[in-house]
């Protein structure tokens, strides 16, 4: 049974970092492409990171861009967002998206939605003073 559990998320003041945990059970990470995925309050859901299978390549979003890192370790099956200099904007419900084709690679462009077939929980990340 696919499943992808995120963890990490909290309240964290302005300029404050956190990292983000996906964790995935049921079938090997390392064949698929993963992303992270936000929605703030009364927004729509925003791609904002990609990390592809084959050669590890990455996609942000140009608001998280030198911010966040997005990285894989396969043995661990398991796929992290480090995010550092959080601003409020940030403040959403984190989840991280499993591509539903092995060796489908990055978009060149924000993730979208409809290429992610299994999703996590989410977890809130709550940026505030």
């Known amino acids: 049974q696919v499943q992808l559990v995120e963890s990490g998320g909290g309240l964290v003041q302005p300029g404050g970092s956190l990292r983000l945990s996906c964790a995935a059970s049921?079938?090997?990470?390392?064949?698929?492409?993963i992303s992270w995925f936000r929605q703030a309050p009364g927004k729509e859901r925003e791609g904002v990171s990609c990390?592809?299978?084959?050669?590890?390549?990455?996609y942000y979003t140009d608001s998280v861009k030198r911010r966040f890192t997005i990285s894989r370790d396969n043995a661990k099956n398991t796929v992290y967002l480090q995010m550092n200099s959080l601003k409020p904007e940030d403040t959403a419900v984190y989840y991280c998206?499993?591509?539903?084709?092995?060796?489908?690679?990055?978009?060149?462009?924000?993730?979208?939605?409809?290429?992610?077939?299994?999703w996590g929980q989410g977890t809130q990340v709550t940026v505030a003073s």
């Open positions: 049921g079938f090997e990470l390392r064949y698929y492409t």
């Open positions: 990390i592809s299978t084959s050669d590890g390549s990455t």
């Open positions: 998206a499993r591509v539903h084709t092995i060796g489908f690679q990055c978009r060149v462009a924000a993730p979208d939605a409809s290429d992610y077939d299994y």
